[in-house]
Structures are given as structure tokens and as C-alpha cells.
């Protein structure tokens, strides 16, 4: 789960889908685009929507995603646009460019909506956040269950 700063959106996208996904052979984990809040814990805001819901991301520190994040992993999504243009910019393989696709797209096939980044707004904007996230980590799940054949 990637996002600009690794402190608002992805800690989030990360808690949701690990807590839903507990029972799949997968690891879940979140970097950003930027350097700026490395070593951080994730936004107070976000840590008190995840609490609403029954989840800590308390624990998560914020890191650069790096080149080797693209290829370890299978699967790459982007909270918008741009973070997907600069994720795309550490791939340096056909196979490694299709693991990176936008998130929301696991719930809107196709309609490219991003996740708005919160960090700027009010409390109402992580709300609006984390409904987003976990309408898209929902159908994530439900599709890897089909995939593990869980
Ligand atoms: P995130 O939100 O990308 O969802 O972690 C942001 C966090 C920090 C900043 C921007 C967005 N910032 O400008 O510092």
C-alpha cells in the first residue's frame, strides 16, 4: 500500500487489509513516494479511525518505498495518480509495472478514483478515507480468497 508521506493513507490501507486478511498466506506492509516522514508513526488522526474500528496502526513507522518493494512484492496499489506515476518510475521490468495498479480500482474497476489525501483537512476527510479503504480492502480480500481458493 503506497501513498505520498506513509503516515495518513497507506498505515491505514495496510491495518485494514492485514486485519481482514489474517487467514490468507499474504504480507501486507506500506511505504510512501516521499522521504519526509521517515521513521514517523502514522498521523494521530489516522491512528484514532483505525481505533474507531477496531484496528492499531500504532506501531507502524513510515518508510521510502524502495526499488527492491517492486520486486518482492506481487502486488503494488497506489492511493492516486500521482503516487502511481512514481512508483511505475522504480520499476525497471515489464513483469514489475503490472504489479502496480490504483487501489480503488479493486472496487471501481477501471474509474481511476484515488483516495484523497486527508493530511491538509479536517477529521471528516479521514472518515471519508477510511470508508474508501475499506470498501476497496474488502473486494481485495474477497478476490485473493478466490485466488488462494480460501
Ligand atoms: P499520506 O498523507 O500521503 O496519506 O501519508 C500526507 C502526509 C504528509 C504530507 C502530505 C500527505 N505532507 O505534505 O507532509
Same mark, same amino acid.
Given at each position: 500500500?503506497?501513498?505520498?508521506?506513509?503516515?495518513?493513507?497507506?498505515?491505514?490501507?495496510?491495518?485494514? /487489509? $492485514? &486485519?481482514?486478511?489474517?487467514?490468507?498466506?499474504? *504480507?501486507?506492509?506500506?511505504?510512501?513516494?516521499?522521504?519526509?516522514?521517515?521513521?514517523?508513526?502514522?498521523?494521530?488522526?489516522?491512528?484514532?479511525?483505525?481505533?474507531?474500528?477496531?484496528?492499531?496502526?500504532?506501531?507502524?513507522?513510515?518508510?521510502?518505498?524502495?526499488?527492491?518493494?517492486?520486486?518482492?512484492?506481487?502486488?503494488?496499489?497506489?492511493?492516486?495518480?500521482?503516487?502511481?506515476?512514481?512508483?511505475?518510475? /522504480? $520499476? &525497471?521490468?515489464?513483469?514489475?509495472?503490472?504489479? *502496480?495498479?490504483?487501489l480503488l480500482n479493486e472496487f471501481t474497476p477501471e474509474?481511476?478514483?484515488?483516495?484523497?489525501?486527508?493530511?491538509f483537512g479536517g477529521d471528516q476527510g479521514f472518515e471519508?478515507?477510511?470508508?474508501?479503504?475499506?470498501d476497496a480492502c474488502e473486494a481485495l480480500k474477497n478476490?485473493?480468497?478466490?485466488?488462494?481458493?480460501?
Open positions: 500500500m503506497v501513498c505520498l508521506g506513509n503516515i495518513c493513507r497507506s498505515p491505514l490501507a495496510e491495518g485494514i /487489509l $492485514a &486485519s481482514k486478511c489474517e487467514h490468507l498466506p499474504i *504480507v501486507v506492509d506500506s511505504a510512501g513516494t516521499s522521504a519526509h516522514h521517515i521513521g514517523e508513526g502514522p498521523d494521530h488522526r489516522s491512528v484514532h479511525i483505525a481505533t474507531v474500528n477496531g484496528i492499531d496502526i500504532a506501531d507502524q513507522r513510515a518508510r521510502k518505498l524502495m526499488k527492491s518493494d517492486l520486486e518482492d512484492f506481487d502486488l503494488i496499489f497506489a492511493m492516486d495518480s500521482d503516487n502511481y506515476t512514481n512508483i511505475l518510475k /522504480l $520499476a &525497471s521490468t515489464e513483469l514489475d509495472r503490472n504489479k *502496480v495498479h490504483l474509474q481511476n478514483k484515488a483516495v484523497p489525501d486527508p493530511y471519508i478515507v477510511f470508508s474508501l479503504l475499506d478476490k485473493l480468497e478466490k485466488e488462494f481458493d480460501v
